[in-house]
């Protein structure tokens, strides 16, 4: 259990002011006001705030709307509340362009980052600051595609269920038919489509995985490019190395003969 | 709901009081989809290590903490983002944060004590933050009283750094001065007492007379007791007390002190924990190896293999770890090998999936057979990273249970254990010790020496017919000899007055050459005996079971007898209370070891509902103990 000792800290604080003054230690106000100045302004924290703020407004706007946005919408219930399909289209465009501006100004804030400072430690918290905001907006955007999806069915399930309203006597039986035939099909279709959303989900997952990899095979690429290179030099230098000492050989083969043959100059001029 | 209240561990606790720290001193919100506020995190190595083993890196970035950085390093100043710290409040970290707060680091600062805060080094604090105008920035000042590392649900130690401040050869060295003893033992009350704050319980303790059990359990009733007649400032009211006021009962808190039973931390093991702390770097759940130590010869004239350093992390979230850690050795071996079985059928059904795929629009039946698959194709993904995660978890285990099965194989640990184990149960002996003292293959000197000491210690004999022996000691030279009498000596004066029983333990084994594996698996165990280990009580387990059943036993009879809530100075023997404990905290004074937490835990298991925590001063492997007994003794040997 842990005991708040801030109200301790403050009365410290008087007395130390206290005793202080009674010695004469002051503390020109000044001063404080160089302290400060010297703070290095950074606008990278308001920035982030800035699009933190964002997504919480779109966070919010999502979860207003989402009662009317997922409602059925019965018979009973009044207009007033129910939402058009336009509405709906509407609140999807531009939640899909407000995710991909916040997605742009993180990706923008991720160079300017890596740009301007110099000290590792900075590079590495702004990293993890960038990280938890892309986490924040990964998290908001799961809300619109689970609401969306949600719509997507709801759409399928309603139009199964419109009956159409004129249908004369003789026609009648071929129409229940007709209808019973479409509903049918419209099952398979409603299947189709069910699981064609499941499989985009599953795509959206794949490509996250993919584009993960491709950093990493970027990288891959490079070393494999960078070993070449290496290896190429570590050959021209093999090469260099067995001319170097084919010629050395050269020269001490002459040499020695050269050797030899004084000596036998020497020796025939001797006797 | 009480009763899951009442049953949070201490780890649990703890982890807890971190979080609520991490937060900036306030309860964290259930809400997941909150907005993110980042901090950095500056801890001292106490701080550390209370941390690690209870949050990972990971567990840190998810609550915002961007950087984890050491208090007395080199610090950039990050003047948009707050602070919070971790350290004790020593002389050079209370410089160290006064200079911080000079050079203007961070945007604000949360000031978290591991223990309490003294008056003055507040007031340095103080005017420190006065002279750099940054009083308004210290946002918060806390003491956090959690003075200890928990490493599992039901165990604790006091501390890592430092420990040989506290250490079995600091307490009982010869030449030690009163004042050290009482510098060791306050350290070691006040991180117990944060352990009761933490806990929330105010226990009723039962204490040996004579030794540093003693000392420690008097120190602690004082504390204790000063704090709750404090009213304004007791730290037992509250919410943490709530849940102790629906048990009746208060927890029994047992001292011990490592002399009373000096065979344990020497013994030969068989269970894994215990197993990786005795032949691997094992500290604070994280096992330290060499990779690539070549089993290969390396072919001529090429360098040498690098030997890569690899940690691992054994967590309580590692399921395998927490269902076999207790586990024998070849039960362990067998279950790796069934958990990779099982991946290895998850990860088939995801490959089979992909050819069924390839079915797809070649007929009718097509579009159903879709929906099936679909449906398992989603199932797969969504289980992709749990499948992951249990791969690595197997490679893990593989890895350290082969790194131990080497040692137990080139060391032949399996008949030393056996051979200890009777010695212990006093029941007949197959083998002469010389046998196994001179064969060569058998252990390191260090393996043989605790041989030695185990059976001196249990046969009781007499040193001066022991040394005859000494000249079977392979590959000893002098020295070793000298201080190897040295030990005996010792060991024999610490046993003299109790000679320790080690109850009667009984061990089969299940044929000699009894190939636990089929082939094709990594853990062949040829030749390494598969011994089943009955249940025995380690003299620490016997001890508790008297205290907490009540029952009555020569040994504890005469334990002191200490109740901080009573009014009156309890110099009584005779407790108060006469029904059995259901909850009981175990320390040992002077260092403890794995295979004594093991014992208490199956002591534990044996008894429904009951509870047993088990802490010690420090957590030694017999290679560590060894030195410290002899360094004890150094300043009485004569170099040759």
């Known amino acids: ?271 | 709901p009480t009763t899951s209240k009442m049953a949070a561990s201490v780890r649990e606790k703890q982890t807890v009081a971190l979080k609520r720290m991490l937060n900036f001193n306030a309860p964290p919100l259930k809400n997941t989809a909150a907005e993110p506020v980042w901090k950095v995190l500056i801890y001292d190595r106490f701080g550390q290590d209370i941390i690690s083993p209870l949050l990972s890196v990971k567990e840190l970035r998810d609550m915002g903490i961007t950087l984890h950085l050491l208090l007395h390093s080199d610090r950039d100043p990050i003047p948009d983002v707050p602070a919070i710290y971790f350290v004790m409040p020593t002389e050079e970290n209370i410089d160290r944060i006064c200079q911080d707060l000079r050079n203007q680091l961070y945007e604000s600062y949360y000031l978290n004590f591991i223990s309490a805060i003294s008056r003055s080094k507040l007031e340095d604090i103080a005017s420190a933050a006065l002279a750099a105008n940054a009083v308004s920035q210290v946002t918060k000042v806390f003491d956090q009283y959690l003075n200890f590392i928990t490493l599992e649900d039901d165990m604790f130690i006091l501390c890592h750094q430092n420990k040989e401040l506290i250490s079995y050869h600091a307490i009982n060295r010869p030449d030690i001065q009163d004042t050290d003893m009482d510098a060791i033992m306050d350290t070691i009350v006040d991180s117990l007492f944060c352990f009761f704050v933490t806990l929330g319980a105010v226990p009723i303790i039962r204490c040996p007379r004579g030794n540093a059990a003693e000392m420690v359990a008097v120190k602690l009733d004082k504390k204790l007791r000063e704090n709750l007649r404090d009213a304004r400032n007791s730290l037992f009211t509250g919410d943490s007390m709530a849940a102790g006021q629906f048990s009746f009962q208060r927890p029994l808190f047992v001292l011990a002190d490592r002399n009373v039973d000096m065979a344990t931390p020497l013994h030969h093991t068989w269970t894994y924990q215990a197993l990786i702390h005795d032949v691997l770097d094992f500290h604070l759940n994280r096992v330290m190896m060499e990779e690539g130590a070549g089993a290969e010869p390396s072919p001529a004239g090429a360098r040498p293999k690098k030997k890569s350093r690899k940690t691992y992390d054994l967590t309580a979230a590692d399921k395998f770890w927490q269902k076999h850690k207790g586990s024998p050795f070849p039960e362990v071996a067998e279950s790796v090998q069934e958990e990779l079985d099982t991946y290895r059928a998850q990860e088939d059904e995801v490959k089979r999936l992909k050819s069924i795929m390839g079915l797809e629009g070649e007929d009718e039946g097509a579009i159903s057979m879709l929906s099936d698959n679909t449906a398992k194709l989603t199932s797969a993904v969504s289980s992709l990273p749990e499948l992951l995660e249990k791969k690595r978890l197997i490679d893990l285990h593989t890895n350290v249970a082969t790194a131990v099965l080497d040692h137990i194989k080139s060391r032949k640990l399996d008949v030393y254990f056996e051979y200890e184990e009777k010695l212990m149960s006093k029941s007949t002996l197959d083998k002469s010790l010389l046998d196994i003292i001179s064969d060569p293959d058998a252990g390191t000197p260090e393996d043989k020496m605790r041989l030695f000491l185990i059976y001196y210690i249990t046969t009781q004999q007499a040193p001066t017919e022991v040394r005859a022996h000494e000249t079977e000691l392979n590959g000893t030279d002098k020295v070793h000899r000298l201080v190897f009498n040295q030990q005996i000596d010792k060991a024999f004066t610490k046993m003299a007055s109790t000679p320790a029983n080690y109850g009667n333990s009984g061990v089969k084994p299940m044929g000699l050459f009894s190939r636990v594996m089929n082939t094709g698996s990594q853990f062949v165990m040829e030749g390494v005996k598969n011994l089943v280990l009955k249940q025995h009580n380690l003299p620490v387990t016997r001890i508790l079971d008297n205290l907490m059943e009540m029952k009555s036993h020569p040994e504890t009879d005469d334990y002191r007898y200490f109740d901080p809530k009573m009014l009156r100075g309890s110099e009584s023997s005779i407790p108060r209370n006469k029904n059995p404990f259901q909850e009981a905290i175990v320390f040992v004074v002077g260092g403890g070891n794995y295979i004594e937490y093991q014992n208490l835990v199956d002591y534990t298991k044996s008894k429904q509902g009951k509870k047993v925590v088990y802490g010690c001063s420090e957590l030694f492997n017999s290679a560590q103990f060894i030195k410290q007994v002899r360094a004890a003794d150094c300043s009485d040997m004569m170099l040759l």
């Open chain 1, 1 to 271: 259990m842990a005991v708040d000792r801030t109200l301790l800290f403050k009365a410290s604080v008087k007395t130390v002011k206290t005793r202080n003054k009674a010695i004469g230690i002051g503390f020109d106000s000044t001063k404080d006001e160089i302290f400060k100045r010297t703070r290095p302004k950074s606008g990278f924290s308001p920035k982030a705030k800035e699009v933190i703020t964002n997504i919480t407004k779109l966070k919010d706007f999502l979860l207003q709307h989402r009662k009317d946005y997922v409602s059925a919408g019965s018979l009973i219930s009044s207009d007033l509340t129910r939402m058009t399909d336009s509405e709906r289209d509407q609140i999807d465009q531009d939640a899909q362009i407000f995710m991909r501006t916040c997605s742009e100004a993180i990706k923008q804030l991720r160079n300017e980052a890596e740009k301007k400072v110099t000290s590792s430690q900075i590079k590495e918290h702004r990293g993890a600051v960038l990280d938890l905001i892309e986490m924040y907006l990964k998290g908001v955007c799961k809300l619109y595609s689970e609401q969306r999806a949600i719509r997507v069915k709801r759409m399928v399930d309603k139009k199964r269920l419109y009956v159409p309203v004129k249908i004369t006597f003789y026609f009648e039986q071929e129409n229940q038919r007709l209808v019973s035939e479409m509903n049918s099909l419209v099952d398979e279709v409603r299947q189709i489509e069910g699981k064609v959303v499941e499989i985009s989900r599953l795509q959206e997952i794949f490509a996250e995985k993919v584009l993960q990899q491709e950093t990493e095979i970027d990288s891959i690429h490079q070393l494999v490019v960078g070993a070449t290179e290496n290896v190429k030099e570590g050959n021209e230098d093999i090469r260099e190395a067995i001319k170097n000492n084919a010629g050395f050989r050269v020269w001490i083969l002459f040499f020695l003969v050269m050797c030899s043959f004084s000596l036998l100059f020497l020796d025939w001029y001797d006797s």
